[in-house]
């Protein structure tokens, strides 16, 4: 990324606090993103480029205003951070007073095998061969979608705190979608793999192997009958991720939603909100997984937060605004898409902390019930807490074993309720990873949980 220098920095956040203000800082980014997507048994797309630029933002009050540009010219800098002064209300002429300094992160994370450094041929072949593998595992398998990103992003943030925060963030990615076919009946398979990390991630996660698994899978559901709907025990696997965790809770806990009165958990800190077996926790620290980073995008540390502790709300996932509301320092979880948004409240690494069950041992103690391996996407009002999930891979329980597989189940429930109805937590976890859209913004996130068990739910399905 080619620098801007100090002193430009300076003069850029100097303008913008030159109407007055309380705050200023500017983001700057330069991102090489690449693209191959697989279509029946051919390349689709290859695409890659680079995408650089900077934004300006001031914060006064409880209002900000914001400016981008991919145009790096010092007219054309100090020109959008003219426009953003100009939206402070007060017509104060000022000089602010800063020296910048840059500061060091509070982790780090090793990169082995920059993705940058691999040949286009080895990434091609990662796809065509996991294609090949889901093909040949049935003549029911249909069709076969292979995608594999990877992404090396350098940000540099500037504040009128006088702080210069950079972080460079690489992340691959690979998913695989599995159609499978028996005459009228259609079934998918869904299988990703990716992190904030190199191309090292297929040494533990072997994509081969990931193609198997999902083709299987849906050949699997082929003979999977309607899931019976009602009300019945639930156990959700650690194999999940923490897919409900991400919806039934973590966005209430975003602070933005929180002062805006549109979440269920707006001022319930330290009050009783789940089970006390329930310790929720979002770390943006963890190597490797595809929700960290060193810094946030205002240039907060990284860092753990304990949301829940034994049941009881401790607090929320602040941004440097809505820390500023509050009178107390960001959490981190300032986060944008890119130079062309604004920064606001998102997770990060979000999950339920292990407990001290046995996974197979919860699945034994529940005589009738539903047992969820995978699941799939889902809705969930947070003025309400009131969610609705899709079960991509679900088993019936009976006496204790899980047993035949079955299609077509929703979760529905409220998110409160049942974090308090959570009786039994697994010493396992798994995580799981997307990108979160909130906003008309997505950014990279991971969420996990132990195996838990839920004594009684509502499962939609058929009655």
């Known amino acids: 990324m080619k620098p801007v220098p100090d002193e430009l920095l300076s003069k850029i956040l100097k303008k913008a606090l030159s109407h007055g203000g309380d705050y200023a800082d500017v983001f700057i980014e330069h991102e090489r993103p690449l693209t191959i997507q697989l279509e029946d048994d051919k390349i ?20 900000s205003a914001f400016a981008y540009s991919n145009d790096f010219s010092e007219g054309s800098l100090t020109g959008i951070a003219e426009t953003v002064s100009r939206a402070v209300k007060d017509g104060t002429e000022q000089e602010a007073t800063f020296d910048l300094s840059r500061i060091r992160p509070s982790v780090d994370f ?28 049935s003549n029911k398998i249909k069709q076969v979608s292979v995608i594999y990103r990877d992404s090396v992003q350098n940000v540099c943030i500037a504040t009128s705190e006088g702080l210069i925060a950079e972080d460079e963030r690489i ?25 904030f990390q190199g191309f090292e991630i297929f ?29 019945m025990p639930v156990v959700i696997s650690s194999e999940a991720g923490g897919t409900m965790i991400h919806e039934a809770i973590g966005h209430g806990l975003e602070a933005d939603l929180v002062q805006q009165g549109l979440s269920v958990y707006s001022g319930k800190v330290g009050q009783q ?24 995008d205002e240039g907060a540390p990284s860092q753990r937060s304990v949301l829940v502790e034994k049941g009881v709300l401790k607090g929320y996932m602040h941004s440097m605004m809505t820390a500023r509301k ?52 889902g809705q969930v009002n947070t003025v309400t807490g009131e969610f609705v999930f899709e079960v991509s891979e679900g088993f019936l329980i009976n006496k204790g074993t899980v047993g ?30 997307g990108t979160c859209g909130k906003d008309a913004q997505g950014v990279p996130v991971s969420d996990a949980m132990p195996t838990v068990r839920i004594p009684e739910m509502v499962v939609g399905g058929k009655i």
């Not at 929703?410 to 937590?425: A, C, M, Q, R, Y």
């Open 44 to 63: 689709e797309k290859l695409s890659s480029g680079i995408d650089y630029g900077i934004g300006v933002r001031v914060i006064f009050g409880d209002k």
């Open 110 to 137: 090793e990169i082995k095998h920059n993705p940058r450094d691999i040949d286009m041929r080895k990434k091609i072949s990662l796809v065509e061969g996991a294609n090949k593998v889901a093909k040949g595992i």
């Open 171 to 195: 992340y691959t990615l690979a998913l695989i979608q599995v159609i499978a076919a028996d005459g009228d009946i259609l079934q998918t398979g869904y299988e990703p793999v990716g992190g």
């Open 203 to 231: 040494d533990d996660n072997p994509f081969d192997e990931i193609a198997a698994k999902a083709a299987r899978k849906a050949i699997k559901m082929l003979t999977a009958r309607k899931a019976p709907g009602g009300r």
């Open 273 to 296: 909100i789940a089970s006390p077996l329930v310790t929720i926790i979002d770390d943006s620290t963890i190597p490797g997984k595809r929700g960290s980073y060193r810094f946030d």
């Open 326 to 377: 509050e009178g107390i320092p960001s959490t981190g979880n300032g986060r944008r898409q890119s130079y062309k948004c604004r920064p606001i409240p998102r997770m990060s690494n979000t999950f339920i902390a292990q407990g001290e069950g046995d996974p197979d041992a919860i699945v034994r103690s529940v005589e009738k019930g539903l047992f969820v391996r995978k699941m799939g996407g």
């Open 404 to 433: 035949e597989p079955v299609r077509g189940a929703t979760l529905i429930g409220n998110g409160p309720e049942v974090l308090n109805s959570i009786d039994l937590v697994g010493n396992d976890l798994g995580f799981a990873i």
